[in-house]
């Protein structure tokens, strides 16, 4: 299993170029940002989260950063991602997921990146996703 998280961490070998070619940190705050309004409204998702949305977006908008080819702020901060683990203490199921992937595959798609980057994000959102599904 850590093999296989490890993979998720990562992301694709090509990401320091996905990362530049998307506009670096602000493409990702605000995919983060988007993402987060989504999440507000959602009532499968919402409950899932704090009252202080903000540390959340921070951290996933550092992760994102770091995971696509950006700076290591995200490990400078909280260490290593350790994705699953992290999202343990949540109940995340199949509607979870889908609830997750549906606002942030929009969200990708509405931020005006080229077909082959979108692919490359929603396709790692996809994967990463179905991946922290950890209650039937």
């Not at 961490?9 to 309004?37: A, C, K, N």
């Not at 499968?44 to 949305?53: G, M, N, Q, T």
């Not at 509405?110 to 396709?123: H, Y």
Request: aromatic share 12%; with cysteine.
């Amino acid at each position: 299993m850590e093999g296989q998280q490890e993979r998720f961490v990562q992301g694709p070998q090509q990401t320091g170029t996905l990362y530049t070619r998307v506009g670096g940190i602000p493409y990702f705050t605000s995919l983060v940002e988007r993402f987060y309004e989504r999440v507000e409204a959602d009532p499968v998702l919402r409950p899932l989260y704090p009252d202080d949305l903000e540390p959340g977006k921070h951290n996933l908008a550092m992760f994102l950063v770091q995971l696509w080819g950006g700076l290591p702020y995200y490990a400078m901060e909280r260490g290593r991602p350790l994705l699953r683990m992290r999202h343990m203490p949540f109940a995340i199921g199949q509607p979870e997921r889908d609830a997750w992937f549906e606002h942030m595959s929009a969200c990708v798609l509405e931020s005006g990146v080229d077909r082959e980057d979108a692919t490359m994000l929603i396709d790692y959102f996809e994967k990463a996703s179905q991946f922290m599904i950890n209650k039937d």
